[in-house]
């Protein structure tokens, strides 16, 4: 048995061991479960870097689940595949790194966190599971596969947005997010249904070789580009975000913003590889270009008036998500004509998959950051913050790191991904760029505020007691730090071996489709 | 004779659980919508797998040779098992939220805006 | 919960038990016949529902504790990810034992219309075991949990958030 | 109030008008589009899994992932659940 044809299932099958092993575990003695939720975590990361290393040396790596091979897909004597196979190209796999590395991060940094509250067990549990639901979305090539993981994270998200219950406020949040997000997984199984039912197969390759976008076809694709966009985030249905993170605790947060990208993830390649004939393709390119401008506007101005940290770094994270939706959107509509295509088609996709990887990180850190003062400051009100840069120096630093990431100021990756942004929608209509550019300039307004008046300024005299959080706290926050740092200063080889590739896999929907159905139908 | 009438059926129940969550301003009524709503989606999977004159495709003691479409009746369990997860959990929401607000009206639990 | 009237009490310690044979019958034969591991494993926790019900809610902590059956849950579960894993000689969930003449339901079975046999369906009858170990008593703890979450005390002394 | 009832009506008519266009341009009840891949169970089920029940078949061994994922959904939810009333209910 060679290990390395297996990585896409073992990616998968360690989370769901985390989770399903934790409330064992923690029969034992908590300090056992602390154990097992950074080394299963880690270990996941491993297996997602070691499959993207895989990818990006053997091309799109396929798994059929319990075939005879391993790259089985189609058995003998038939041209349809008929089992669940997991489909990792270049896209998938970037996004299953950088999700587990977020994931990681936050383990180590939920260990103490987690120490004031009980249920520690299910919290791993349901972490595992959060886990496991966002990398089996972005690894799956059959559409009721997806569905069913875009389930175990949602409804690990409500157990855990919901795990404060003495809060009021964390149960109407877990409320409104379990009602609404339902609704849009009932339309994700809807949209599955119709595909079925019109196409008789369930395999995303398979369907997207088959789309004729008769009614039937339309239907389903406007349920699963609608419900994917809310849970993704995007403006106007966006209304659930600011409550689920501002609410649920920090180093769940932090994930939810992959969770989310999963969403997006799903968007997109509804929007390419299931979808993307010449027909719609202008349609929901410029569906996705509208989403994203509203949602780059609409949550930076949001944001500004927030005075709880975490709800100001949610609406944030709405207006961040914009650009990802603006520049793939550009790229779809530039996908009609080769030569667009490559003057600034790809480079729009790739500077936003590019922003995917940076938001997650930055967004993560800043995230890790509002709960490491909320730790120890006891607090998420920016009113009654002050002065913490003196007796908390590193959070401070990595804040300010993030702050600057997310503001685009050069030397950061924030600013790589945005110029690629800019350049390309600039290419299609300048509007667009110069509402990207207004959105960064509030945004950074907005993180300067922040940063001045929680960190900088006089020591609040009730906050001087305040310490520096303990370290697992803190070497999830440097994990985080080092990868915004690595892909700050390697933005080059960075953008050519894994973001420009994982650009052209989401491009090259004929490619997709081959990688099941074996070239000719 | 019976037509697209298992369609119609589908309809009904999904709009009637869809007006149930977009209407009504009681918590415990909006749970039994997603609920009605469910059901409708895992009728929709069934109806989908019908083949005209099929049995059931199991062939224990099977009487006939004709059997309709096995793969929907599986992702309808799958849908099913979801949907009781799901229900569950967001029951126990509707407690918590009780026990805190004293209220299952959707207009009195707002404290998050803006 | 009180318990309900002699009658329902009479009528459940008298009838109650069929449910369970039935579930377990469900679950072990779902292979061959209708059902499987979750349906059978739903049968098999009304059993606890219906318990609480007619007996008070005090009779299902004297009969199970739901430590038994958060450990019974988890064993399933990791069954059943086990029996997926073995697979992986081939692949994750491949069926190994289908057919592999194992005496644990490693038979095949004439293809067409037949009366059927128990130890045909590899792995698939082992999962349909871990299934419904999980199903009942997942079922169970949300059944129990629910019915007795009044007792759960609000603020139950967490004092890690504002408030 | 007003732009809320606004939207939901206006949720109302969208979701709805889509499902019924949907329902209405789908091919005939019990008249399958393409059931190859069904076909494909039907014929294969009893000689490649030794399974008499091809429902089955199905869950635990064709698309036995699904149902991996589909028991860590309950599993999910019953974590939520003990998570949420934790600490309260004894035995």
Known sequence: MRLDEHLPALLLALPLLGAFSAPLVGKGSRRWVELLLPVLSGLTFAVAAALLHRVSVGGTQLYVMGAERAGLALPSGMSLPIRIVLEVDALSALMAASGSLVAFACALFAVPYMRRFSGFDKFASLYFLLVAGMLGMEVTGDLFNFFVFLEIASVASYGLVAFWRDRPEAIEAGLKYTVVSTVAALMVLFAAGFLYGNHGVLNMAAIASRVDLGVADKVAMALLFGSLAMKAGAVPMHMWLPDAYGEAPSCVSALLVSVSQASLYGLFRTSFSLFGLPRVAPLLGWGLVVLGLLSMFVGVTMAIVQKEIKRLMAYHAISQTGYMLLGVGVGLVASLSPARMESFGLVAIGGALYHVINHAMYKGLLFLTAGAVYYSAGTRMLDQMGGLARNMPKTASLFALAAAAIAGLPPVNGFTSKLLIYQSSYALSPFLAAVGMITSVLTLASFVKIFQSAFLGPALPELSEVREVPAPMLAGMALLALAIAGLSLLPGPVLEHMVMPAARALADRGAYIAAVMGGGM | MTGSMPYVAVAVLFLCGLYMVLFEHNLFKIALGITVMEASANLFLVVLGYRSGGGIPVYTLASREAMVLPTPQALTLTAIVIGLATTALLLSLVVWAYRHYGTLDIQQIRRLRG | ?163 | MRVSRAFQLLSLFLLGGLMLAGLGGLRPFGEPADSRMDDYFIAHAQAERATNNVVTSIVFDYRGFDTLGEAAVLFTAVCSVLALFRGGVRG
């Open chain 3, 1 to 163: 919960m009180k318990p309900m009237s002699v009658v329902v009490r009479s009528v459940f310690c008298v009838f109650g038990w069929f449910v369970l044979v039935f579930g377990a019958y469900v679950i072990v034969h779902g292979h061959l016949t209708p059902g499987g591991g979750f349906q059978g494993g739903a049968v098999f926790a009304t059993f606890f529902a219906a318990l609480m019900a007619s007996l008070g809610e005090g009779a299902f902590g004297e009969s199970v504790s739901s430590r038994f059956l958060s450990t019974v849950e988890s064993l399933g579960l990791l069954l059943f990810w086990l029996l997926g894993l073995l697979g992986m000689g081939r692949t994750f969930f491949h069926n190994f034992l289908a057919g592999s003449g194992s005496i644990l339901f490693g038979g095949s079975v004439p293809v067409g219309p037949n009366e059927g046999a128990l130890a045909t369906g590899g792995t698939v009858a082992l999962m349909n075991l871990s299934v419904g170990m999980e199903v009942v008593a997942g079922l169970t703890l949300i059944t129990v949990y629910m019915a007795l979450a009044r007792l759960v005390v609000p603020d139950g002394g967490e004092r890690g958030h504002d408030r």
